[in-house]
Nanobody, 123 residues
Framework: VQLQASGGGLVEAEGSLKLSCSASKRTSSNNGVGWFRQAPGKEREFVAA????????YYADSVKGRFTISRDNAKNTVYLQMNSLKPEDTAVYYC?????????????????WGQGTLVTVSS
């Protein structure tokens, strides 16, 4: 499975961006998908996750209420709508396909990773 993350860019604080994660194979439609991010000098961290049918979602406390994860299995695509962005949201954002149909916050539960898309939030 190849993943393509897109939609990153430069945005001012309080602005919005919508990231997309497109998968090359329909297999991803049966699996949970997660978004993670890595800021400069920091470890990669969990952002959001969604189960195979969208019925279960998880969010990091730092983004809860501001970010929304969703998916369109017909398009093999998962989205991350990011609103009220803050400078501390600046990072490379990665999407990943999970080992099962469940949503998970744990990085070791994901086995296919995209190349990342850079989000920069200016103050």
């Amino acid at each position: 499975v190849q993943l393509q993350a897109s939609g990153g860019g430069l945005v001012e604080a309080e602005g919005s961006l919508k990231l997309s994660c497109s998968a090359s194979k329909r297999t991803s439609s049966n699996n949970g998908v997660g978004w993670f991010r890595q800021a400069p000098g920091k470890e990669r961290e969990f952002v959001a996750a969604i189960s195979w049918n969208g019925g279960v979602t998880y969010y990091a406390d730092s983004v809860k209420g501001r970010f929304t994860i969703s998916r369109d299995n017909a398009k093999n695509t998962v989205y991350l709508q990011m609103n009220s962005l803050k400078p501390e949201d600046t990072a490379v954002y990665y999407c990943a396909v999970g080992r099962s149909s469940a949503a998970s916050t744990a990085q070791n539960q994901y086995h296919y990773w995209g190349q990342g898309t850079l989000v920069t939030v200016s103050s």
